[in-house]
C-alpha cells in the first residue's frame, strides 16, 4: 500500500510538469502580454513600457523565462551582474560561456509559486485567502450530491421501469442539462428579486462589525450550492442506479432472494452494501466537476473563491497567479482520484494495489 | 486623485465594463463645520455601501494601475484638489497656495500645516518627496514611470514647503503630480521594502477621511471613518465596497437595499428611475467612442517623424487616405438613432476631440456631421467611387487615392466582449453597406486588438477614450511625434503640421491660463472636425444610481463622493 | 464527467452485445428495442426536428420572415413577438396591435420579436442552431477521432506507445477541463473554427480511455486471435474486426458530449468568449439575455424582453436534454442486460 501510494505520487510529477510546461506556453504564446495589458494607456510612453518588461524580465525568450519560473534561477548573457544584483540573491557571470546566472530565489522546484504581477503578493498567500470560501461552497455541494445523489439513485433502482423510475431520471438528467448561469440568474430574480427570500449574493452579510452567524451564512449558501450541485446530483443518481441494478442481478442475491431472505434485510444488508463501493471512485471527477462549475456560480452570486481570481488573472495575463492555480487545481485533482483509489481497495479488500 | 493621473482606453472588457467617478479621493472645498453648532445635528453613524465589478489588485498608488485599486484606497493624501463640478485645479487638498516661476518651470508648494497621519505623525513635504522618488527608483517595478519623466528635481525647502522644477513647460504637467502620497516613516528610506510591504495589502495609517479596516479579496473591503480627518469627522461609521462582478446582481442587490450606490447600465436606467427609493446621477463623463481610421497603409506602416523631428511622407491608404470617402462616411451614420437604440440614450453627439466637460476648450459651436445619405452618395460619386457593376459594392472609377476597379471594401474591427461595441459594429457594417461600401466587421481578443492598433495594421477601429480628465491636451492622438508604429497612440496616422504646432502651442503657453490656451484648442477642434481622422460616434453620458436614505450627496462630474464626510443617515 | 465514468458498465455492455449475436443485424435490433421506450424516441425525434431546422435555417429564415440574421433595423428595436397578437387577430380579438407592429417593421413578419437592434428573433435563431450544432458536432467529431485514434494505437501496440498515451491521457484528465477553456479562451478569443478545435481537443480522453479499454479486452476474444492467426495485419485486425465492434457505444457517447458541449459554448458565451459577433449561437443570444432581465419601457414600466430571455434557454435546455435522455436510451438498447432491468 504505501509503496503503491509512493508510486503514484512519483508519476504524478510527470503529470504535473506537463501541465506545467503547457499552461506556461500557452499562455506566453498568447496575444498581449501583461505589461501591455496594464500599460495601455497614452499617457504611459513606450520607453516606461519596455523598462518596465525589462525589469521584469519579460523581455527574455520563453523557455528563459519557464526555467526562471521553475527554478528561480534567470539566465542573461553577457556580463549584467550589476544590472541584476538588486533583484536577485546571488548573480555570477561565467566569462568563458558569456553569460550571467542569478538566483533569484523561489521558483517551482523549491515550492515556491512565486509572486502576482498585479498584486505582488506570494500567488500562495493569494490562493489561501480564497480557500475558505471556494472550500465552503465545495464541501457542502459534495454534501448535497450525495444527499440527493444516492437516495435519488437508490429509490430509482428500486422502482426500476416504473413512473417513479423515469421521473426521477429525467428530473436528474434535466438539472444536468440547463445553463447554470442561466438558472443561477434565474434564481436571483426568482428569490431575491421577486420574493425577497435570500440575499442576492456574496458569502455573508457584510458589516462594520460582523460576527459570524451561522444561519446567515446558510442564506447565502442556499442558491449558489443548489445551481452548482445540480449536474453532480444527476451524475450521481444515475451511478447509483446502475450500481444498484448490477448488484440485484449478481448470483448471490439470486440466492439469497432463492434463501427467503426478507426484502428490507436484502436490501440494507447487501444491496445498498454492494452498490456503495464504486462511490468512492466519484471523489476524484467530483472535484473536477465542482471545479469547472465554480467559476460561472462564483461570478453570478458574487462568490469570493479561487476561480474568479484565475479567471482575473488570465485577463490581465498575470501568468504566475494562474499557472500557480493550475498547478494547484491538477495537484488537487490527482489528490482527489488517488484518495478514490485508496478508499475503493479499503472498502473492497478484493481490490488489491499494486 | 484618479482623475488626475488616470487616461487610458475603454478597454471595456466584462471586468472593466464600468468605471464611474464613484470615490475619485479628492474631497474639495471643505465647508466649516458649523452644523454641528445647531440643535439637531446631522444623524451619526451608518454605514455607506458601494458595489464594484471587479476587486483591487493593491493599495498602494504608485505600484496599481487599475481603477478599482484606486476606488479601494482612499486614504492617501494628495497635493492638488479638483472641483468636483468643474474639474478647475483648486488649492483644496495638501496644498494650501503656489507660487510659479517666471518661465513655469519652478512650481513652489505650501503645504497645509497641522495635518497628520492617523498615527500622529505629520503630514509633510517629505511623503510628497519621498512617493515620487520612489516611483523613480530602479527597485520599484511599476509602469507609472512616466509620471516622473517630465520633473527635473524635487526639493524639500522644510516641512512645509516643496519646490518641484519641471524639465519643459506643460501646462498639463501639474497633472503629473495627482498621485496619492505614501507614509514616508513607515517604509525603508531606500525604496526597497516598497514590492513586498505588507502595507501594499493593509494600509496601517490614514490621512483621508476613512482609514482601512479589512479587507477580504473578491468579496469586500471595509474603511473606518477616521475621526482625526482635517476636513472634519464624517458622520458615518465607515464605508464598505462590495465586489459583485454581474450588472445584474449588482442591480439586484440596490433594490435590495444591500448596497447603496452603483454604476447603472443603460438598460437598468428606466427601473432605477421608477423605484422611489433610489437616484439616479447623470453626467457628461470625460470619455468617447469613435471610430477610427487609418489613413497610413496598413501594409507598411510608417513613423511619422524622422530621428530629426522632420515629417515622413505616409503610404497612403488605398481608400482612408481620401478625405472625401472620409466624409462620405461622417454623413453616413445615423448617429441619432446610435445613440437611442444601442447607446439606450445615454451619450450625446460630438463634433471633435474636446468635450464639453473641459468647459473652457470646448467649441460648441461646431455642428456634428449630419445623417445624410444623398450627400454622402453624392461625395463618393464626386470622389470617383461609383458602383459600375452593380453589384451594390462601389468601385474606384476615377478615384483619386487607389487603382481603377479598387472595391469600396474594408475590414472594421472592435474587442469581443463590450456587447455595445458589438452591437455598433453591426450597425455601421450595415449603414455603411447601404450605400456602397463592403464592410466586413470582426470582434477580436482585446490584446490582439491593441497589437493591431499600435502596430497600425488595421484599417477601421471601434473603440473609445476614458478617464480623459479635466485637461484638453490630447497630443498623444494627433501629434505626428506619437505616429510610432508599434507603441504611439497616433495609431490612425495622422499628419497635419498645424495641428502639431497648435498642440505644441497649447501645451507651452505661458503662464497656463485658460483663456490664452483656449483659441488654440478651438482651432484644432475645427481641423479635426474638418479632416475626420475619427469619426466621433457618442460622448458617454455617466449614470450612477444611489439610495436616497442618506442626505448631503451633491455630487459632481469630476467627483461623486468629494463631500462624503458630511453625508448623513436621513433617519 | 459523464463520459469518463460511464466505461465500465459500458463495457459490459459491449461484451454482452456481441455474445448475444442474431440473425437479425445489430441496428434492426437496437431500432426495435428503442422504439418501445417513449423517453428514447421523444428526444430522438427532437433532435432530428433541430437537426432539420439548423440545416434548413435558410430557406426557412427566408420563407417565415424574409430578412437576414443580421438586417438591422432600429425602428422596430424590441419589437415583441408578432405571433400571439396575429393568433388572436385571427379569432377577432386583436385590436390593432398586430397591424401596428407590421407598420413599424415595414411588413416584416417578426413572428417572435426582434432584439434591441431590430434583428429578428426567429432568423437568429434558427442560424444560431446552425452554428451551435456545427460546432458541438464537429468538435465532438474531433474529439472522437483523435480519441479513438489514440485508445485503440494505445489498446492495440500496448508497450512504449500504450505508456506515453495513458500518460497523455491521465495528464489531461487532472484537468478540470472546462475551466482551462475558460482560461484558454479567454486568453485567445477564438474565431468558431478555433474554438471547435480547442472543444474538440479537450474532449478525447473519454473517447480514449474507453476505446483502449474495449481493444484490451477485445484483443482477447477468439475472433480477433483467430485473424491474426490467419495472417491478417494489425491495421486490418483494428479496422475491420475491432473498430465496427466499439462503434454504437462510440455514438452513445458522442451524444452525451455533443450535449455538454453545447453547454460549455454557452457558458463561455456568457463569460464573453463564445463565438464572436455579430455571428448568432444560442449561447450568445442566451448570454446576452442577461441585460434584459431588468429592461423596462420608459413610458409604461412594464418589462419588455421577456422574448429574448427565454426563447434561447430554453432550446439549449431541451436539446441538451434531448441528447442526454437519447444517449442514456441507446446505451440502455444496445446493452440487454440493463434494459431487461428496467423493464423490471
Same mark, same amino acid.
Given at each position: 500500500?504505501?509503496?503503491?501510494?509512493?508510486?503514484?505520487?512519483?508519476?504524478?510529477?510527470?503529470?504535473l510538469?506537463?501541465?506545467?510546461?503547457?499552461?506556461?506556453?500557452?499562455?506566453k504564446v498568447a496575444?498581449?502580454?501583461?505589461?501591455?495589458?496594464?500599460?495601455?494607456?497614452?499617457?504611459?510612453?513606450?520607453?516606461?513600457?519596455?523598462?518596465?518588461?525589462?525589469?521584469?524580465?519579460?523581455?527574455?525568450?520563453?523557455?528563459?523565462q519557464?526555467?526562471?519560473?521553475?527554478?528561480?534561477v534567470?539566465?542573461r548573457?553577457g556580463?549584467?551582474?550589476?544590472?541584476m544584483?538588486?533583484?536577485?540573491?546571488?548573480?555570477?557571470?561565467?566569462?568563458?560561456?558569456?553569460?550571467?546566472?542569478?538566483?533569484?530565489?523561489?521558483?517551482?522546484?523549491?515550492?515556491?509559486l512565486?509572486?502576482?504581477?498585479?498584486?505582488?503578493?506570494?500567488?500562495?498567500?493569494?490562493?489561501?485567502?480564497?480557500?475558505p470560501?471556494?472550500?465552503?461552497?465545495?464541501?457542502?455541494?459534495?454534501?448535497?450530491?450525495?444527499?440527493?445523489?444516492?437516495?435519488?439513485?437508490?429509490?430509482?433502482?428500486?422502482?426500476?421501469? %416504473?413512473?417513479?423510475?423515469?421521473?426521477?431520471?429525467?428530473?436528474?438528467v434535466?438539472?444536468?442539462?440547463?445553463?447554470?448561469?442561466?438558472?443561477?440568474?434565474?434564481?436571483?430574480?426568482v428569490? !431575491?428579486?421577486?420574493?425577497?427570500?435570500?440575499?442576492?449574493?456574496?458569502?455573508?452579510?457584510?458589516?462594520?462589525?460582523?460576527?459570524?452567524?451561522?444561519?446567515d451564512?446558510?442564506?447565502?449558501?442556499?442558491?449558489?450550492?443548489?445551481?452548482?450541485?445540480?449536474?453532480?446530483?444527476?451524475?450521481?443518481?444515475?451511478?447509483?442506479?446502475?450500481?444498484?441494478?448490477?448488484?440485484?442481478?449478481?448470483?448471490?442475491?439470486?440466492?439469497?432472494?432463492?434463501?427467503?431472505?426478507?426484502?428490507?434485510?436484502l436490501?440494507? =444488508?447487501?444491496?445498498? =452494501?454492494?452498490?456503495?463501493l464504486?462511490?468512492?471512485?466519484v471523489?476524484?471527477?467530483?472535484?473536477?466537476?465542482?471545479?469547472?462549475?465554480?467559476?460561472?456560480?462564483?461570478?453570478?452570486?458574487?462568490?469570493?473563491?479561487?476561480?474568479?481570481?484565475?479567471?482575473?488573472?488570465?485577463?490581465?495575463?498575470?501568468?504566475?497567479?494562474?499557472?500557480?492555480?493550475?498547478?494547484?487545481?491538477?495537484a488537487?485533482?490527482i489528490l482527489?482520484?488517488?484518495?478514490?483509489?485508496?478508499?475503493?481497495?479499503?472498502?473492497?479488500?478484493?481490490?488489491?494495489?499494486q | 486623485?484618479?482623475?488626475?493621473?488616470?487616461?487610458?482606453?475603454?478597454?471595456?472588457?466584462?471586468?472593466?465594463?464600468?468605471?464611474?467617478?464613484?470615490?475619485?479621493?479628492?474631497? #474639495?472645498?471643505?465647508?466649516?463645520?458649523?452644523?454641528e453648532?445647531?440643535?439637531?445635528?446631522?444623524?451619526?453613524?451608518?454605514?455607506w455601501?458601494?458595489?464594484s465589478?471587479?476587486?483591487?489588485?493593491?493599495?498602494?498608488?504608485?505600484?496599481?494601475?487599475?481603477?478599482?485599486?484606486?476606488?479601494?484606497?482612499?486614504?492617501?493624501?494628495?497635493?492638488?484638489?479638483?472641483?468636483?463640478?468643474?474639474?478647475?485645479?483648486?488649492?483644496?487638498?495638501?496644498?494650501?497656495?503656489?507660487?510659479?516661476?517666471?518661465?513655469?518651470?519652478?512650481?513652489?508648494?505650501?503645504? =497645509?500645516?497641522?495635518?497628520?497621519?492617523s498615527?500622529?505623525?505629520?503630514?509633510?513635504?517629505?511623503?510628497?518627496?519621498?512617493?515620487?522618488?520612489?516611483? /523613480?527608483?530602479?527597485?520599484?517595478?511599476?509602469?507609472?514611470?512616466?509620471?516622473?519623466?517630465?520633473?527635473?528635481?524635487?526639493?524639500?525647502?522644510?516641512?512645509?514647503?516643496?519646490?518641484?522644477?519641471?524639465?519643459?513647460?506643460?501646462?498639463?504637467g501639474l497633472?503629473?503630480?495627482?498621485?496619492?502620497?505614501l507614509?514616508?516613516?513607515l517604509?525603508?528610506?531606500d525604496?526597497?521594502?516598497?514590492?513586498? !510591504?505588507?502595507?501594499?495589502?493593509?494600509?496601517?495609517?490614514?490621512?483621508?477621511?476613512f482609514?482601512?479596516k479589512e479587507?477580504?479579496r473578491?468579496?469586500?473591503?471595509?474603511?473606518?471613518?477616521?475621526?482625526?480627518?482635517?476636513?472634519?469627522?464624517?458622520?458615518?461609521?465607515?464605508?464598505?465596497?462590495?465586489?459583485?462582478p454581474?450588472?445584474?446582481?449588482?442591480?439586484?442587490?440596490?433594490?435590495?437595499g444591500?448596497i447603496?450606490?452603483?454604476?447603472?447600465?443603460p438598460?437598468?436606467?428606466?427601473?432605477?428611475?421608477?423605484?422611489?427609493?433610489?437616484?439616479?446621477?447623470?453626467?457628461?463623463?470625460?470619455g468617447?467612442?469613435?471610430?477610427?481610421?487609418?489613413?497610413?497603409?496598413p501594409?507598411?506602416?510608417?513613423p511619422g517623424?524622422?530621428?530629426?523631428?522632420?515629417?515622413?511622407?505616409?503610404?497612403?491608404?488605398?481608400?482612408?487616405?481620401?478625405?472625401?470617402v472620409?466624409?462620405?462616411?461622417?454623413?453616413?451614420?445615423?448617429?441619432?438613432?446610435?445613440?437611442?437604440?444601442?447607446?439606450?440614450?445615454?451619450?450625446?453627439?460630438?463634433?471633435?476631440?474636446?468635450?464639453?466637460?473641459?468647459?473652457?476648450?470646448?467649441?460648441?459651436s461646431?455642428?456634428?456631421?449630419?445623417?445624410?445619405?444623398?450627400?454622402?452618395?453624392?461625395?463618393?460619386?464626386?470622389?470617383g467611387?461609383?458602383?459600375?457593376?452593380?453589384d451594390?459594392v462601389?468601385?474606384?472609377n476615377?478615384?483619386?487615392?487607389?487603382?481603377?476597379g479598387?472595391t469600396?471594401?474594408l475590414?472594421l474591427k472592435?474587442?469581443?466582449?463590450?456587447?455595445?461595441?458589438?452591437?455598433?459594429?453591426?450597425?455601421?457594417?450595415?449603414?455603411?453597406? %447601404?450605400?456602397?461600401f463592403?464592410?466586413?466587421?470582426?470582434?477580436?481578443e482585446?490584446?490582439?486588438?491593441?497589437?493591431?492598433?499600435?502596430?497600425?495594421?488595421?484599417?477601421?477601429?471601434?473603440?473609445?477614450?476614458?478617464?480623459?480628465?479635466?485637461?484638453?491636451?490630447?497630443?498623444?492622438?494627433?501629434?505626428s511625434?506619437?505616429?510610432?508604429?508599434?507603441?504611439?497612440?497616433?495609431?490612425?496616422?495622422y499628419?497635419n503640421?498645424?495641428?502639431?504646432?497648435?498642440?505644441?502651442?497649447?501645451?507651452?503657453?505661458?503662464?497656463?491660463?485658460?483663456?490664452?490656451?483656449?483659441?488654440?484648442?478651438?482651432?484644432?477642434?475645427q481641423?479635426?472636425?474638418?479632416?475626420?481622422p475619427?469619426?466621433?460616434?457618442t460622448?458617454?453620458?455617466g449614470?450612477v444610481?444611489?439610495?436616497?436614505?442618506?442626505?448631503?450627496?451633491?455630487?459632481?462630474?469630476?467627483?461623486f463622493?468629494?463631500?462624503?464626510?458630511?453625508?448623513?443617515l436621513?433617519e | 464527467?459523464?463520459?469518463?465514468t460511464?466505461?465500465?458498465?459500458?463495457?459490459?455492455?459491449?461484451?454482452?452485445?456481441l455474445?448475444?449475436?442474431?440473425?437479425? #443485424?445489430?441496428?434492426t435490433?437496437?431500432?426495435?428495442?428503442i422504439?418501445?421506450?417513449?423517453?428514447?424516441?421523444?428526444?430522438?425525434?427532437?433532435?432530428?426536428?433541430?437537426?432539420?431546422?439548423?440545416?434548413?435555417?435558410?430557406?426557412?429564415?427566408?420563407?417565415?420572415?424574409?430578412?437576414?440574421?443580421?438586417?438591422?433595423?432600429?425602428?422596430?428595436?424590441?419589437?415583441?413577438?408578432?405571433?400571439?397578437?396575429? /393568433?388572436?387577430r385571427?379569432?377577432g380579438?386583436d385590436?390593432?396591435?398586430?397591424?401596428?407592429?407590421?407598420?413599424?417593421?415595414?411588413?416584416?413578419t417578426?413572428?417572435?420579436?426582434?432584439?434591441?437592434?431590430?434583428?429578428?428573433?426567429?432568423?437568429?435563431?434558427l442560424?444560431?442552431?446552425?452554428?451551435?450544432?456545427?460546432?458541438?458536432?464537429?468538435? /465532438?467529431?474531433?474529439?472522437?477521432a483523435?480519441?479513438?485514434?489514440?485508445?485503440?494505437?494505445?489498446?492495440?501496440?500496448?508497450?512504449?506507445?500504450?505508456?506515453?498515451?495513458?500518460?497523455?491521457?491521465?495528464?489531461f484528465?487532472?484537468?478540470?477541463?472546462?475551466?482551462?477553456?475558460?482560461l484558454l479562451?479567454?486568453?485567445?478569443?477564438?474565431?468558431?473554427?478555433?474554438l #471547435?478545435?480547442?472543444?474538440?481537443?479537450?474532449?478525447?480522453?473519454?473517447?480514449?480511455?474507453?476505446?483502449?479499454?474495449?481493444?484490451?479486452?477485445?484483443?482477447?476474444?477468439d475472433?480477433?486471435?483467430?485473424?491474426? /492467426?490467419?495472417?491478417?495485419?494489425?491495421?486490418?485486425?483494428?479496422?475491420?474486426?475491432?473498430?465496427?465492434?466499439t462503434?454504437?457505444?462510440?455514438?452513445?457517447?458522442?451524444?452525451?458530449?455533443?450535449?455538454?458541449?453545447?453547454?460549455?459554448?454557452?457558458?463561455?458565451?456568457?463569460?464573453?468568449?463564445?463565438?464572436?459577433?455579430?455571428q448568432a449561437?444560442?449561447?450568445?443570444?442566451?448570454?446576452k439575455?442577461?441585460?434584459?432581465?431588468?429592461?423596462?419601457?420608459?413610458?409604461t414600466?412594464?418589462?419588455?424582453?421577456?422574448h429574448?430571455?427565454?426563447?434561447p434557454?430554453?432550446?439549449?435546455?431541451l436539446?441538451?436534454?434531448?441528447?442526454?435522455?437519447?444517449?442514456?436510451?441507446?446505451?440502455?438498447?444496445?446493452?440487454?442486460?440493463?434494459?431487461?432491468?428496467r423493464?423490471?
Amino acid at each position: 500500500m504505501t509503496r503503491y501510494i509512493i508510486r503514484r505520487f512519483l508519476q504524478a510529477i510527470p503529470t504535473l510538469l506537463g501541465i506545467s510546461l503547457l499552461g506556461f506556453t500557452l499562455i506566453k504564446v498568447a496575444p498581449g502580454d501583461y505589461v501591455l495589458m496594464t500599460t495601455f494607456d497614452p499617457s504611459i510612453t513606450a520607453e516606461a513600457r519596455d523598462e518596465f518588461r525589462r525589469q521584469l524580465g519579460h523581455d527574455q525568450p520563453i523557455p528563459i523565462q519557464y526555467v526562471e519560473w521553475l527554478t528561480g534561477v534567470s539566465l542573461r548573457g553577457g556580463d549584467v551582474v550589476d544590472a541584476m544584483v538588486p533583484m536577485s540573491n546571488s548573480c555570477h557571470y561565467f566569462g568563458s560561456l558569456g553569460f550571467t546566472l542569478c538566483d533569484r530565489g523561489g521558483g517551482l522546484l523549491r515550492w515556491d509559486l512565486g509572486y502576482s504581477l498585479a498584486t505582488k503578493e506570494p500567488v500562495w498567500d493569494m490562493l489561501r485567502s480564497r480557500m475558505p470560501a471556494s472550500f465552503e461552497l465545495g464541501a457542502v455541494v459534495l454534501v448535497l450530491v450525495f444527499l440527493f445523489g444516492v437516495p435519488l439513485g437508490f429509490l430509482s433502482a428500486l422502482f426500476r421501469g %416504473s413512473a417513479k423510475d423515469q421521473g426521477i431520471r429525467l428530473l436528474s438528467v434535466a438539472g444536468q442539462a440547463v445553463p447554470s448561469f442561466w438558472m443561477g440568474l434565474i434564481c436571483i430574480f426568482v428569490f !431575491s428579486v421577486l420574493l425577497g427570500w435570500l440575499p442576492v449574493g456574496g458569502r455573508m452579510t457584510i458589516s462594520l462589525d460582523m460576527k459570524f452567524s451561522l444561519v446567515d451564512r446558510i442564506r447565502h449558501l442556499i442558491l449558489p450550492s443548489f445551481v452548482l450541485s445540480l449536474a453532480g446530483v444527476a451524475f450521481l443518481t444515475k451511478l447509483v442506479r446502475t450500481q444498484v441494478l448490477e448488484v440485484i442481478e449478481q448470483d448471490y442475491l439470486r440466492t439469497a432472494r432463492a434463501k427467503g431472505l426478507g426484502s428490507l434485510a436484502l436490501w440494507t =444488508r447487501h444491496v445498498l =452494501r454492494n452498490a456503495m463501493l464504486p462511490l468512492a471512485t466519484v471523489l476524484g471527477p467530483a472535484i473536477v466537476g465542482v471545479i469547472n462549475g465554480a467559476l460561472v456560480i462564483e461570478t453570478i452570486f458574487a462568490w469570493p473563491g479561487m476561480g474568479r481570481l484565475t479567471w482575473f488573472s488570465a485577463l490581465q495575463r498575470d501568468y504566475p497567479m494562474i499557472m500557480g492555480a493550475v498547478m494547484f487545481y491538477s495537484a488537487l485533482t490527482i489528490l482527489g482520484y488517488l484518495i478514490s483509489d485508496i478508499l475503493y481497495a479499503v472498502i473492497d479488500p478484493r481490490i488489491r494495489l499494486q | 486623485m484618479k482623475r488626475l493621473a488616470w487616461r487610458r482606453l475603454l478597454a471595456g472588457a466584462t471586468l472593466v465594463a464600468f468605471v464611474v467617478p464613484l470615490l475619485a479621493a479628492c474631497t #474639495t472645498v471643505a465647508v466649516p463645520v458649523e452644523t454641528e453648532a445647531a440643535p439637531a445635528g446631522p444623524i451619526q453613524g451608518g454605514t455607506w455601501t458601494e458595489a464594484s465589478s471587479a476587486d483591487g489588485t493593491i493599495l498602494n498608488p504608485i505600484l496599481a494601475s487599475d481603477s478599482a485599486s484606486f476606488d479601494m484606497m482612499p486614504y492617501f493624501p494628495g497635493l492638488l484638489g479638483t472641483n468636483p463640478k468643474t474639474g478647475a485645479i483648486e488649492a483644496t487638498e495638501l496644498a494650501e497656495s503656489w507660487t510659479v516661476s517666471e518661465d513655469s518651470l519652478v512650481w513652489t508648494f505650501n503645504l =497645509r500645516p497641522g495635518v497628520t497621519w492617523s498615527d500622529g505623525e505629520a503630514v509633510d513635504a517629505h511623503d510628497f518627496k519621498f512617493t515620487y522618488d520612489a516611483i /523613480a527608483s530602479e527597485l520599484v517595478e511599476t509602469p507609472r514611470k512616466a509620471n516622473v519623466a517630465g520633473i527635473d528635481s524635487i526639493e524639500v525647502i522644510d516641512d512645509l514647503t516643496v519646490r518641484v522644477t519641471f524639465s519643459d513647460l506643460k501646462c498639463d504637467g501639474l497633472l503629473d503630480l495627482g498621485l496619492g502620497w505614501l507614509p514616508s516613516h513607515l517604509y525603508a528610506g531606500d525604496f526597497s521594502d516598497i514590492m513586498d !510591504s505588507p502595507l501594499n495589502t493593509a494600509p496601517a495609517v490614514t490621512a483621508e477621511a476613512f482609514g482601512f479596516k479589512e479587507w477580504q479579496r473578491d468579496n469586500f473591503i471595509a474603511m473606518e471613518s477616521n475621526d482625526g480627518f482635517w476636513k472634519g469627522a464624517p458622520n458615518m461609521d465607515g464605508q464598505i465596497i462590495r465586489v459583485i462582478p454581474q450588472a445584474s446582481s449588482r442591480l439586484a442587490a440596490l433594490e435590495n437595499g444591500e448596497i447603496d450606490v452603483m454604476g447603472l447600465e443603460p438598460t437598468q436606467l428606466t427601473r432605477v428611475g421608477l423605484n422611489p427609493d433610489l437616484n439616479i446621477f447623470k453626467f457628461k463623463d470625460d470619455g468617447y467612442s469613435y471610430i477610427g481610421l487609418n489613413q497610413a497603409n496598413p501594409a507598411n506602416p510608417l513613423p511619422g517623424q524622422d530621428e530629426d523631428g522632420n515629417l515622413v511622407a505616409q503610404d497612403p491608404h488605398p481608400i482612408l487616405s481620401d478625405p472625401m470617402v472620409r466624409k462620405a462616411m461622417a454623413h453616413s451614420l445615423d448617429y441619432e438613432a446610435i445613440i437611442n437604440k444601442v447607446y439606450l440614450g445615454q451619450g450625446y453627439k460630438l463634433a471633435s476631440n474636446v468635450l464639453p466637460a473641459v468647459g473652457w476648450a470646448h467649441d460648441a459651436s461646431i455642428e456634428p456631421y449630419a445623417y445624410d445619405l444623398e450627400a454622402a452618395a453624392a461625395l463618393l460619386d464626386e470622389a470617383g467611387w461609383t458602383d459600375s457593376d452593380g453589384d451594390g459594392v462601389r468601385e474606384c472609377n476615377g478615384c483619386a487615392t487607389a487603382e481603377a476597379g479598387v472595391t469600396l471594401s474594408l475590414n472594421l474591427k472592435t474587442n469581443a466582449g463590450n456587447s455595445t461595441r458589438e452591437e455598433l459594429g453591426v450597425l455601421v457594417q450595415d449603414q455603411l453597406n %447601404s450605400i456602397g461600401f463592403d464592410i466586413e466587421f470582426e470582434a477580436i481578443e482585446f490584446g490582439t486588438l491593441v497589437g493591431e492598433l499600435l502596430g497600425q495594421t488595421y484599417e477601421m477601429v471601434i473603440i473609445g477614450w476614458t478617464g480623459l480628465g479635466t485637461d484638453p491636451n490630447d497630443d498623444s492622438f494627433w501629434h505626428s511625434r506619437f505616429d510610432t508604429p508599434g507603441s504611439g497612440f497616433n495609431f490612425v496616422s495622422y499628419q497635419n503640421p498645424r495641428v502639431d504646432e497648435l498642440l505644441e502651442l497649447g501645451l507651452e503657453t505661458p503662464g497656463c491660463a485658460a483663456e490664452d490656451r483656449a483659441p488654440y484648442y478651438y482651432e484644432i477642434q475645427q481641423i479635426i472636425h474638418d479632416e475626420i481622422p475619427y469619426l466621433f460616434v457618442t460622448g458617454s453620458i455617466g449614470n450612477v444610481g444611489y439610495s436616497n436614505r442618506w442626505e448631503g450627496i451633491d455630487p459632481g462630474t469630476w467627483s461623486f463622493s468629494w463631500n462624503i464626510h458630511e453625508w448623513a443617515l436621513t433617519e | 464527467m459523464t463520459s469518463t465514468t460511464a466505461d465500465q458498465p459500458l463495457s459490459a455492455a459491449a461484451s454482452s452485445a456481441l455474445s448475444s449475436r442474431s440473425p437479425k #443485424t445489430f441496428l434492426t435490433v437496437t431500432l426495435e428495442r428503442i422504439r418501445t421506450d417513449a423517453m428514447t424516441v421523444g428526444p430522438l425525434l427532437f433532435i432530428v426536428l433541430i437537426g432539420l431546422l439548423a440545416l434548413l435555417a435558410n430557406p426557412l429564415g427566408n420563407l417565415l420572415v424574409g430578412v437576414d440574421p443580421n438586417r438591422t433595423n432600429l425602428d422596430a428595436a424590441l419589437q415583441p413577438p408578432l405571433l400571439p397578437s396575429m /393568433a388572436r387577430r385571427l379569432v377577432g380579438l386583436d385590436h390593432g396591435v398586430a397591424d401596428s407592429l407590421l407598420e413599424v417593421s415595414g411588413g416584416v413578419t417578426h413572428w417572435l420579436g426582434t432584439d434591441s437592434l431590430g434583428r429578428d428573433q426567429l432568423v437568429r435563431l434558427l442560424h444560431g442552431a446552425r452554428i451551435s450544432m456545427l460546432i458541438a458536432f464537429c468538435a /465532438a467529431g474531433i474529439a472522437f477521432a483523435l480519441g479513438t485514434t489514440l485508445g485503440m494505437l494505445a489498446g492495440f501496440l500496448g508497450g512504449k506507445v500504450d505508456d506515453f498515451i495513458l500518460w497523455l491521457i491521465n495528464t489531461f484528465s487532472s484537468l478540470p477541463t472546462l475551466f482551462v477553456l475558460i482560461l484558454l479562451t479567454s486568453i485567445y478569443k477564438p474565431n468558431a473554427i478555433l474554438l #471547435t478545435l480547442f472543444l474538440g481537443f479537450f474532449g478525447w480522453i473519454g473517447a480514449a480511455r474507453f476505446t483502449r479499454g474495449q481493444v484490451l479486452q477485445i484483443k482477447t476474444l477468439d475472433y480477433a486471435t483467430a485473424a491474426r /492467426a490467419l495472417g491478417a495485419s494489425r491495421l486490418r485486425i483494428m479496422w475491420y474486426h475491432i473498430l465496427p465492434n466499439t462503434i454504437p457505444l462510440i455514438i452513445v457517447l458522442i451524444m452525451v458530449e455533443i450535449g455538454t458541449l453545447v453547454l460549455a459554448e454557452s457558458v463561455l458565451s456568457f463569460l464573453g468568449f463564445g463565438v464572436q459577433a455579430p455571428q448568432a449561437t444560442w449561447g450568445s443570444m442566451l448570454a446576452k439575455s442577461g441585460d434584459f432581465y431588468f429592461l423596462h419601457d420608459p413610458t409604461t414600466g412594464n418589462r419588455v424582453a421577456w422574448h429574448l430571455i427565454f426563447p434561447p434557454g430554453i432550446l439549449i435546455f431541451l436539446t441538451v436534454l434531448a441528447l442526454y435522455l437519447l444517449g442514456d436510451g441507446l446505451r440502455d438498447a444496445i446493452d440487454p442486460q440493463l434494459r431487461v432491468d428496467r423493464q423490471g
